[in-house]
């Protein structure tokens, strides 16, 4: 199977997968999406896009397996040791699995570089995150600002700040930032619209980016404005 006819397929088995309802959807479609993506690596072990999608896979309750997705993230890295969206995903799922980002990763967020402002926003908010498990609030700020500074169409470095401003109460300023990250959201996802569940992208905008949303994260902007 060739990659674009692997592509065509994980889309097929991502429609088959959501258009039952919660509860009732069959994770053996979750399983069939992972044995073409195993079988195509065994001959493409180097694609770094493919095997992102099985990073993206195992993200797709029920599956969800921390340990797994490390495991993924670091064959990755063993040959292409400074891929910038690898490195990213791997801090994000030390932060939200295991409860922070670790100094080795932190050490290679620092060591990443790029001359797309896009991407060192990205970085910049990753390297907010570990700050705030550190409780340095001053670094925690001064990165979420920087990432600001570098791309200002995004949402989640936005919203970050404003969260952390209202835990100060300074209104003013939440108001402000949450203005600016209501402003930037782009797509707001509803029931049935993922199309391709191993989609790097899709996992990037949401959850870096944040200018695609669900429906209860949009609200809790709104909040913020109240």
Request: glycine share 2%; with cysteine; proline share 3%.
């Amino acid at each position: 199977m060739d990659k674009k006819l692997l592509i065509e397929k994980i889309k097929d088995l991502t429609k088959k997968y959501y258009k039952a309802p919660i509860g009732e959807r069959d994770v053996y479609v979750l399983e069939e999406i992972r044995n073409i993506i195993n079988e195509y690596l065994a001959k493409n072990p180097a694609d770094t896009d493919v095997r992102l999608r099985l990073v993206m896979l195992e993200y797709a309750p029920p599956l969800e397996d921390p340990e797994l997705l490390v495991t993924y993230l670091n064959e990755i890295l063993k040959y292409d040791s400074t891929n910038i969206y690898t490195i990213l995903i791997l801090a994000y799922t030390e932060e939200i699995c295991w409860g922070g980002i670790t100094d080795s990763v932190f050490e290679k967020l620092n060591n990443l570089s790029s001359k797309d402002s896009e991407i060192i926003s990205m970085i910049e908010l990753a390297k907010a995150w570990y700050y705030q498990r550190k409780n340095n609030n001053e670094l925690y700020e001064k990165h979420l600002l920087n990432s600001i500074n570098y791309c200002n169409k995004h949402v989640s470095n936005y919203t970050e700040l404003a969260n952390f401003y209202a835990k100060r109460g300074e209104k003013d300023k939440v108001k402000k930032f949450a203005k600016k990250a209501l402003n930037n959201v782009q797509v707001v996802y509803i029931q049935g619209s993922i199309t391709d569940i191993t989609d790097v992208e899709d996992f990037i905008n949401e959850f870096f980016k944040g200018t695609h949303i669900t429906e209860p994260n949009l609200d809790s902007i709104y909040e913020l404005l109240k």
